[in-house]
């Protein structure tokens, strides 16, 4: 019944133009209608519950009724707390106006196409129209930028090898393999000059191990500036000292802060933008954010259903590792944008299109 109520008000609102407040008002519906249904359902159940506890417990002092009661009660009170937490989680979730154009960041390359991090993956992140590829360097013992996720090059080298630890001599070159594909490590150098033949630009994410030197930070800018990059490329780091010291250093560096749980707002950060995880977002964040003038991205975006979400959603970009199923969404959704086709997504029933 509820499912067929909110599919007539999609009907219904097709005719009128999108715009933030009707697309709001309708997921309020949307969700207000889920919630309801799920609320009436636990009601009931309860209802039964405790008309059963009442007739087994009808030979039972009134004080012990009266506990169970009550027992029942508050349980009933929980439900109706959380659901309702529930209900305004996901209409934060969802209700935005999208960006004009959702920037797509290809996750340490296109790993279905290569070992992640190589020049085999990147190649792959330009070939599928990323528009950034996102990458990760750590510092070697001499002062070079590797390209790598890890400080220990174990899980793609099978060597018990520490970059933070080791010469850049001896970790280039080293042959890694992940997934039936095969590469090797590269320089920082190596792999912005394959970035720049392919025309793709990156999302450096910088990897502090702490056995970095006092000037690491301006070791990296001077890196940027030497490769011509500084102005064109994104930079983020999941330690807010080292990304608020780059973006002191050179504000021209578009930089970031990596986030993997936001509680509330965001505060005082000196970055221009963010990176968050899944789980975090909602659109109350992303206003606050572009209110303040600071960018936000969310990580990591795999499934068809999370990608459609967010194209539907005012983040200014996504992180994924399938860049090429973006593309072909943003045209599925273009052809299927009615409020009927909105809801039957968001409830997971849009199999009763192929009816």
Do not use: C
Not at 94 to 109: D, F, K, M, T, Y
Not at 116 to 122: D, F, T, V
Not at 155 to 165: H, V
Not at 275 to 288: G, K, M, Q, V
């Amino acid at each position: 019944m509820f499912s067929f109520l909110g599919i007539s008000l999609a009907a219904l609102v097709d005719g009128a133009d999108k715009s933030f407040w009707v697309e709001t008002l309708f997921l309020s519906f949307v969700w207000g209608v889920l919630f309801a249904g799920r609320l009436l359902f636990k009601l009931a159940s309860i209802s039964y519950l405790l008309q059963v506890t009442e007739n087994s417990s009808s030979t039972l002092a009134p004080a012990n009724q009266g506990k169970r009661r009550h027992r029942l009660l508050a349980l009933t009170g929980l439900i109706l707390v959380i659901g309702g937490i529930n209900y305004i989680y996901n209409v934060l979730k969802v209700s935005g106006e999208p960006v004009e154009h959702l920037e797509v960041i290809a996750h340490r390359g296109m790993v279905s196409q290569g070992v992640e991090n190589s020049l085999e993956a990147l190649e792959g992140a330009a070939n599928a129209g990323a528009d950034y590829a996102e990458m990760d360097i750590i510092l070697s013992k001499d002062q070079q930028f590797i390209v790598s996720h890890d400080d220990n090059l174990k899980r793609l080298t099978g060597k018990d090898i520490t970059i933070s630890q080791s010469n850049a001599k001896d970790v280039i070159g080293l042959k890694t393999s992940q997934n039936g594909y095969q590469s090797q490590i590269v320089s920082f150098e190596d792999y912005v000059a394959k970035a720049k033949q392919l025309g793709i630009k990156l999302l450096v994410e910088l990897k502090p191990t702490g056995n970095e030197p006092a000037n690491y930070e301006q070791l990296f800018v001077d890196k940027m500036k030497e490769l011509g990059v500084e102005k064109s490329y994104m930079t983020m780091s999941a330690d807010l000292k080292t990304i608020e010291t780059v973006e002191k250093l050179d504000p021209t560096i578009k930089t970031g802060y990596t986030i993997s749980l936001q509680i509330g707002n965001f505060t005082s950060q000196k970055v221009d933008f963010y990176a968050i995880e899944d789980f975090s977002y909602n659109e109350l964040l992303a206003r606050t954010a572009h209110k303040n003038g600071k960018k936000i991205y969310v990580w990591t975006i795999n499934s068809t259903d999370d990608i459609e979400k967010y194209v539907e959603t005012s983040t200014d970009g996504i992180i994924t590792d399938y860049p090429d199923l973006v593309s072909d969404i943003e045209v599925y959704l273009a052809n299927d944008n009615s409020y009927l086709d909105y809801f039957l997504r968001l409830t997971n029933l849009s199999w009763i299109e192929n009816l």
